[in-house]
């Protein structure tokens, strides 16, 4: 049996210098679009470390710490965990904290998507990827990009 996932994740905003921004499109629901997302592995785990691993894990992008570096928000949602998705949680667990982090990419980043998680990736203007978003968390993230944007 499949260990229940921890209920608190990262959230990865991918964007470039000129405010377009990386959605995904869910493989376990067609037309869920969203950015890089994904629980901590253990208790333990420093959240840094689960948004590094789940932006590999998800887009083949290495955050380098130079080039490639995440920017923590120090920013904690608590939302309720979609219905459809309870089953992978503890029984009784129905909301999840989400730690949200950004990073800037160059445009012509190759994307390499995990096809066990992701079908299809689009660069949009920040405002568009925000409307493209299912999850308010998410497309609330991605209008404040602006404001958490390195000038």
Not at 14 to 37: C, H, K, N
Not at 64 to 77: H, S, T, V, Y
Not at 81 to 88: A, G, L, N, T
Not at 99 to 122: G, K, M, Q, T, Y
């Amino acid at each position: 049996m499949k260990p229940h996932k921890i209920p608190e994740s990262v959230l990865v905003v991918i964007y470039t210098s000129d405010m377009e921004v990386l959605v995904l499109e869910r493989a376990d629901r067609p037309g869920f679009w969203q950015s890089v997302t994904g629980s901590l592995d253990a208790p333990d785990e420093p959240l840094e470390q689960t948004a590094a691993r789940e932006l590999f894990e998800e887009t083949g992008i290495v955050a380098d710490g130079e080039r490639i570096a995440l920017r923590d928000w120090q920013l904690a949602n608590i939302y309720e965990i979609y219905p459809v998705w309870r089953h992978r949680y503890a029984p009784g667990v129905t909301h999840n904290t989400e730690h949200v982090f950004s990073v800037c990419v160059p445009r012509d980043i190759p994307i390499l998507l995990s096809p066990r998680e992701h079908v299809n990736h689009a660069w949009l203007p920040w405002l568009e990827a925000a409307d493209r978003c299912f999850s308010s968390s998410n497309a609330e993230a991605i209008l404040q990009l602006p404001r958490h944007f390195p000038q």
